[in-house]
Every structure is written in C-alpha cells, then in structure tokens.
C-alpha cells in the first residue's frame, strides 16, 4: 500500500493555483454556527454548573455553507444550493456567504422550517454547551423540484466543474433527491463528492468519490473496528461509490477505488489541535475542488489531507487560504519545500492570487550564498514591509558569472532548504539571468526591497514596479556582515 506521493512544492503550488479555474456546486443542508465566547470563574448557586460570563459572539457558516467558504477561500467558484427559513438566521446565511465570495442564488427559502443553527459556548477553547435549534422535516417537494432546477443548470454549463453532496442529516438530501442529483450528475459526466450523514450508505451509489469518517466506516463494516483496509473495503461494498477518500480523524486518510491500483494511506502529522469542527468539510471541499480541476485523486487526497489536518489548528469552524496550504505542505515535507517555486509561471500566478487576496507582496533577491546575520535581518525587515515575501536567489551559473568560478559555496538545493526555514519568508524562486528583472516583471510585487547604500533608482525593477504603483525600499546592511568577508577569514585573508 502506498503510504507516500512523490508530490512537489511545484506540484502542490500549481494543483492550489488550478483550484481557482474551478466550479463546484455544493448542494445540502446550510447551517448557521454561532459561537459564544466567555470566561468560567464560578459554579451557579442555582444547579451545579459553570457561570460563562459572555465576552462576544461570532456568526459563521456551518455545513454546506461551510464547504462553498472553503472553496471559495482557495478562489474556486462556489455556488451554494440548498434551504434555509424565512427568519433571521436565513439572511445571515446569505450575508455572510456572499461577503465570502460564494453564489447564493440557488438558496432556497423555507418558511416552513427554521434555519439549522448551532450556539456552542466556549469557556476559552473549551466547549461548554452546545444548543442546536432545526427540525429534520424532509425537503418539501417545491424546494427540492427548485434545488433540482438550479442543479440542472449548473450541469447544462461548461469548464471544470464538480457537486458536493454535503449530507448533514437536516433533512434536505432525502433519499429522493439524492438518487436524482446523482444519476443527473453522472448523465452530465460531472464528477460528485459526497459527504454521508446516513448509516445507510447505498443511499450514496454512484458518487464519484465518498468521503465518510472512521465510525461510519465501522458502522459499514458491521461494528468491527477493523484495520484501514478492511473498513475502506467495507464502505466500497456498502456504497457503491466509485472511490472512497475514509477520513481516519489522527490516523490520517486512506482512498480506494476505481481510480487508484491500490490503496493508498497518508498519516496525519503530528500538531497541536485546537478544533476539529469543520474539519470533514474542508476535506470535501479539497476533493470536490481537485476532481472539478481534473487532478488525479492521489492529488487531491494529499491536499485534502494537508488541509483538513491545519484547519483542526484553528479554533471554530474555519477555512484556509492557499498560502497556508502550501505552507502546511513545506513544514510537513521539508525535504520538499513548501514554499520553493521553481517555475516562473507558477510564482506569478501565485503572486496574483496573493494580491487578489489583498496581501501586500514583499520581494528581495540575491545569491544568499552562506546565510549571516545581516541576510537575517534584511529579510526579516521585509516580511516587516508588507504580508508575504518573496526571495529570488540567483541560480548557480548566474552566481558563478557574478561571484567567480568558486562560488556558491552552497547550491541551490542548500540555499532553497535554508531559506525556506526561515519564518519570515514565505517563497522562494530562482532567476538564471544576472538580474531579476524577468522575474520581478512576472512576480509584480508592491514593495522593492534591497539592502546597502543603492540609490532607489538604480535598483533593478524599480521604474517597472512604479508604473504598475509599487515602490523601493532600501534597508542599511549590519555593519561588517558579508559573504566575501567571511569567506575570506576563513581562508586567512583577513
């Protein structure tokens, strides 16, 4: 069994720049979550039970609402299908998602159901009470007839595009409706993910890929905690799907299927957990994206894997961005690292979606031949200027042309993996040429950096950067720190 995919940071960089050529349709039970945030000092002299004093509240999407904001946060095309009452929650539903960047123009209003909405009440991270207000009444036959509809259309369009099936047993995806949305789905040869809320998992036959979670798996496998492979072979039988992606929660992930020779099981990394809600719908989320992209499965599960894994860092439900994606995949695969863009294109594109995301691009460039304290503190000083740092360091001919025929004393590799531990930078590309003018015109960043006593028009990019309203920022060098001067001490030069 696989346990390992030859996966790079190139690989990773471009799968996250396709999930933005994506649209996914996800259709199934929107909830509103609300949590509380207090403080416990004191047990109520009324029952035995904490006192939460209440220090704010925050509003954000839960369920299929949660699922289109992780995919709308990553910049696929999210469209929303799905029921929500005529109350007060219901607007807060269609708010909160437009305000992400997610279509609600398949939201269908219910007057005769509440809006599903969960309170927790939180004591700092921990959980004190959960409060859930919904009635399970199965879809009506009108709001299913226009769930169907809106469906329908979203199929009859062209490009990358898949549907979720974010099943939370409120009472939208009967077994009616979701035998429809599938064969209609598969008549139109659009891939469909689902996410299972049923102990009934034929409900689910013909989804391109099921993602269930380790019980529902047991409960398929007849209430035997079985090894990975006997449970994702148990919900293979059950369901009928073509592959199943079996969330193992700490224990990682294994996929199986028609897609894939074998089974193929990724481990979870080891990290400090704060919340594990909302965890299964940005895995969906990743799936859904990645089949809509046309990646392979093996690609999708790595970052679906990756993904659900650093969202369980953050309290409440959450979603992530593509930079903390490619983040997550550069701490976990040092070998590898996240954060090194070897193709030009890639890193431009990158750099767009970064701007795009309102995050101010930081760039500096040189050979970073043997890493000092005055390299550390320039690039620390830019990371300081804005909210992402780009480093360009020369290739090695471009540092032998410049430096002489001994240098680097450190290659490529060794400068990308020292680079890339460091906190404050947050990529890293290369240039052949012996400037990185071509680089800089791809990259566009807002902000110039340089270290030492250049005029800030002689820098290399300055003027290109200005006409599209970037600037230059020099920054003085740490006194007596260079490479040369290191070099040559410890030759005994000096």
């Given amino acids: 069994m696989p346990s390992e995919l030859s ?38 002299p009324e029952a035995p039970v904490p006192v939460v004093h209440e220090r704010g509240r925050r509003e954000v999407l839960g369920g299929a609402a949660n699922v289109a904001a992780n995919l709308a946060q990553l910049g696929a095309t999210a469209i929303l299908a799905g029921r929500v009452g005529a109350d007060a929650e219901g607007e807060r539903v269609r708010v909160l998602s437009t ?21 927790r009440v939180l004591a700092g991270y921990q959980q004190v009470v959960r409060v859930d207000r919904e009635e399970l009444d199965p879809v009506a036959p009108a709001t299913a007839a ?15 595009r898949a549907v979720v099936l974010a099943d939370y047993a409120k ?15 598969r008549a139109a040869g659009v891939p469909v993910v689902a996410d299972p809320k049923s102990d009934d998992l034929s409900r689910y036959a013909g989804v391109t890929i099921l993602k269930p979670n380790r019980l529902e798996a047991v409960r398929a496998a007849g ?13 293979l039988d059950a369901s009928r799907a073509e592959n199943v992606v079996l969330s193992l929660s700490a224990d990682g992930v294994i996929a199986a299927g028609a897609a894939l020779d074998e089974p193929m099981l990724l481990r979870s990394q080891v990290r400090q957990v704060a919340d594990v809600s909302g965890a299964g719908d940005t895995m969906v989320a990743l799936l859904a994206g990645c089949a809509a992209a046309g990646l392979p499965i093996e690609r999708g599960v790595v970052l679906a894997n990756l993904a659900a894994g650093r969202v369980c860092e953050k309290p ?7 930079s903390e994606l490619l983040e997550t995949f550069g ?5 590898r690292p996240g954060k090194w863009l070897a193709d030009r294109d890639v890193a431009a594109r990158i750099m ?9 691009v930081v760039f500096t460039n040189g050979c970073f031949d043997i890493l000092h304290a005055g390299h550390v503190r320039l690039l620390q000083k830019a990371r300081s200027l804005g909210d992402a740092l780009v480093v360009a360091i020369n290739t090695d001919d471009s540092v032998r042309r410049l430096k002489g025929p001994t240098r680097p004393v450190n290659s490529r590799d060794d400068r990308v993996a020292v680079l890339s531990a460091l906190g404050c930078v947050d990529f890293v590309c290369e240039f052949e040429e012996d400037t990185p003018l071509e680089l800089i015109l791809a990259v566009r960043p807002d902000l110039i950096v340089k270290g030492g006593d250049y005029a800030v028009e002689d820098v290399v990019g300055g003027a290109e950067a200005a006409a599209w309203g970037g600037r230059v920022e020099i920054v003085p060098l740490l006194e007596g720190r260079s490479t040369t001067r290191i070099l040559q001490t410890e030759s005994g030069l000096v």
């Fill in 7 to 44: 996966h790079t940071a190139r690989d990773v960089a471009a799968d996250v720049l396709a999930l933005r050529d994506a649209r996914v349709l996800v259709l199934g039970d929107a909830l509103l979550d609300v949590y509380v945030d207090g403080h416990v000092e004191r047990i109520s």
């Fill in 99 to 119: 305000a992400q960047g997610i279509d609600v123009g398949a939201v269908v209003t219910d007057a005769t159901v509440p809006t599903s909405r969960k309170v």
């Fill in 146 to 160: 226009a769930l169907l509809e809106h469906l329908d259309a979203f199929l009859a369009t062209a490009g990358p």
């Fill in 171 to 185: 009472g939208v995806l009967t077994e009616a409706l979701l035998g429809e949305a599938i064969a209609r789905c």
């Fill in 223 to 235: 209430g035997a905690n079985a090894g990975p492979e006997a449970l994702v072979a148990a919900v």
């Fill in 316 to 322: 409440g439900t959450a979603t992530l961005t593509a």
């Fill in 331 to 335: 701490r976990e695969h040092q070998d």
């Fill in 352 to 360: 767009a979606a970064e701007r795009a995301d309102g995050r101010r």
